[in-house]
Structures are given as structure tokens and as C-alpha cells.
């Protein structure tokens, strides 16, 4: 069982267009991260979000966590090709990290 | 990923023998997470250790595999009798594991993973 999905799995945009990517669960995390892993590399957290209802915004980047606390969003504003990996969402609950399966974005020039 | 080293960075095993993969935490950071990942998936956890001790398994397979974290030196991720479906890129994390309010952040940061292929 699936305890975070992610959508979409696959996304494909060109230069300048805006994004939102969503992370979904039934459980109540009481923490959630978000991450960006480029290939052959690991992921780079982005950013942790604690409360329900949270906003972050970094540069281009918004991330919310919902107010239940179950789910969570990133939405890139005039995406970039440098914008181009796979973004993880990873969920704490009881001490332990559950991640999603990811969305790969490319971003066309 | 700053910190977290884990090496060798790409091993080719063949069928049969052992892999070891060695990661080192951030400074300061005492807890070590292990995932694996297949090629455009999501991470897998496998398993969750302090120092010394292991504290969550649920995701290592019941054979062949198996985790240390000792006092002194790196954590290892050990697979005997590697078969070709161990192929995978196998990531280690960190975390300080700060109290922050009445929440516990579980922020981890990631090495850049060691790429085990088995032929």
C-alpha cells in the first residue's frame, strides 16, 4: 500500500509555463519534505514543512502543506529547464520517512 | 547532500559475491537511514539505525542483507550472495533529529548514493 502518492508521475512543459505538483496521502505526517534529485545524484532537500496550512516559498518555488496535515503541493512559477529532475515529497510519521514515487519534470527550452 | 559521504560511488558485483556500501553521516548527526531506489522510482526505505543500535528493519529483506552502525566509523549496508535484482542505486541519509516545538522533524539529507550493478 501506497502511503504517499504523487501526481502527476510524468510531466512535460515548455520554458516560462507554471507547474503544480500534488502529494496526497490518508495519513497525518507531522512533518513533510519536499525534494529535487537530479540523475546520478541523490536527492537535495528543498524544503520541510511542520504546520497545517504552512506556506514556504523559495525563489520560483511555493510549497503547502495542508491544513489536516495528509497532503501537500509545490507550484514552480515560470518554469525553467534548470527546474528539470525528479521531485520527491517524503512524509514523517511516528519517526519514520515514507516517500512518494516522484514526479519527473522536464522543462523544454 | 553537503556532508553525507557514501563510497564507493559505483560497484559491479558478480553474481554470488558480497557488497558492502559504506556511508558517513553529516557531522553531528547520529541517526543513518538507508533506501534503495530502481530506475525512475521512488526511494525504498530499508532500514533506520543509531549508533550502535538498529531501530527500524521493516524494509530490509530477511536474508542476504544486513546493517551496522558502529561507535567509531561509517555505517555499512551489506548484501551477501548479491543476485541481479540487488541492482539498484542505494542511498544513505542523516538527521540530527531536532525537537522543533511539539513536533519532531525527521529532515534528512542524502549522499549521492552508490550505484551497485550485478552482472
Known amino acids: 500500500t501506497q502511503l504517499l502518492e504523487q501526481s502527476p508521475q510524468f510531466l512535460s512543459i515548455q520554458e516560462g509555463e507554471n507547474l503544480t505538483v500534488y502529494c496526497n496521502s490518508s495519513s497525518v505526517f507531522s512533518s513533510l519534505q519536499w525534494y529535487r534529485q537530479e540523475p546520478g545524484e541523490g536527492p537535495v532537500l528543498l524544503v520541510t514543512v511542520v504546520t497545517g496550512g504552512e506556506v514556504k516559498k523559495l525563489k520560483r518555488l511555493t510549497f503547502q502543506f495542508g491544513d489536516a496535515r495528509k497532503d501537500s503541493s509545490l507550484h514552480i512559477t515560470a518554469a525553467q529547464p534548470g527546474d528539470t529532475g525528479l521531485y520527491l515529497c517524503?512524509?514523517?510519521?511516528?519517526?519514520?520517512?515514507?516517500f512518494g514515487d516522484g514526479t519527473t519534470l522536464t522543462v523544454k527550452p | 547532500n553537503a556532508g553525507v559521504m557514501q563510497n564507493p560511488r559505483h560497484l559491479v558485483r558478480r553474481r554470488g559475491q558480497e557488497a558492502r556500501l559504506r556511508c558517513s553521516p553529516m557531522k553531528g548527526h547520529s541517526h543513518v537511514y538507508w533506501y534503495r531506489q530502481l530506475p525512475e522510482e521512488g526511494l525504498k526505505f530499508m532500514v533506520y539505525l543509531q549508533k550502535e543500535n538498529i531501530i527500524d528493519e521493516s524494509g530490509m529483506p530477511k536474508e542476504r542483507f544486513s546493517a551496522e552502525f558502529p561507535k567509531e566509523g561509517p555505517s555499512i549496508l551489506r548484501i551477501q550472495q548479491v543476485v541481479r535484482g540487488d541492482s539498484a542505486a542505494y542511498f544513505c541519509a542523516s538527521s540530527p533529529w531536532v525537537l522543533a516545538g511539539e513536533s519532531r522533524t525527521d529532515t534528512q539529507y542524502f549522499g549521492p548514493g552508490t550505484r551497485l550493478t550485478v552482472l
Open positions: 517524503a512524509g514523517v510519521r511516528a519517526g519514520k520517512s515514507t
